[in-house]
T-cell receptor, first 115, second 109 residues
């Protein structure tokens, strides 16, 4: 069964609004989670590394004020897309592992459509 | 910065055919993974290879890791429609991952 859960699976929102996506590790604690974005027919691109109890680390070119990440507990990280625009429409995927030596488990992704 | 290349980019075959897809890295892999991603879902890990020259089999899938640990191939025997998906190779060092662009495979009935 799934060990990393993402919610919602899909969301449609209007331009200018904010959307929150949750990523939960179901049967293990994850001090680190990862957020990816995947555009149609493209590979996964790492957006940021979410660290429990501290600030997220963002990849170059990813606006930290637009993509707010909160890793408030060892089993939950959230990604909030603020003031969403149509170009933010994408497939957002999170991942987590029990520890650096364990396989990475991916959530089932969230399809965001901004109209 | 490590660059991963995958070929072919797209592949469409008939059910029952064999196929091979490739992954090449600009630098030595730390730990190579192959994933399959179906539309609307997250990637699912197929295999992890670490040792140069390593060959792993997973039912109809055979994974080879080059001796120099800079390239890998995935061979599928007698493809089935359920094999359809995006095949991604990735390198991991610690909890950091770099993904290749993927090979999109379509197996037609």
């Amino acid at each position: 069964g799934a060990v990393v859960s993402q919610h919602p699976s899909w969301v449609i929102c209007k331009s200018g609004t904010s959307v929150k996506i949750e990523c939960r590790s179901l049967d293990f604690q994850a001090t680190t989670m990862f957020w990816y974005r995947q555009f149609p027919k493209q590979s996964l691109m790492l957006m940021a590394t979410s660290n429990e109890g501290s600030k997220a680390t963002y990849e170059q070119g990813v606006e930290k004020d637009k993509f707010l990440i909160n890793h408030a507990s060892l089993t939950l990280s959230t990604l909030t897309v603020t003031s969403a625009h149509p170009e933010d429409s994408s497939f957002y995927i999170c991942s987590a592992s029990r520890d650096p030596d364990s396989p990475l488990h991916f959530g089932n992704g969230t399809r965001l459509t901004v109209t | 910065t490590q660059l991963l290349e995958q070929s072919p980019q797209f592949l469409s075959i008939q059910e029952g055919e064999n196929l091979t897809v490739y992954c090449n890295s600009s630098s030595v892999f730390s730990s190579l993974q192959w994933y399959r991603q179906e539309p609307g879902e997250g990637p699912v890990l197929l295999v992890t290879v670490v040792t140069g020259g390593e060959v792993k089999k997973l039912k109809r899938l055979t994974f080879q890791f080059g001796d120099a640990r800079k390239d890998s191939s995935l061979h599928i025997t007698a493809a089935q429609t359920g094999d359809t998906g995006l095949y991604l190779c990735a390198d991991s060092y610690g909890q950091n991952f770099v993904f290749g662009p993927g090979t999109r495979l379509s197996v037609l009935p």
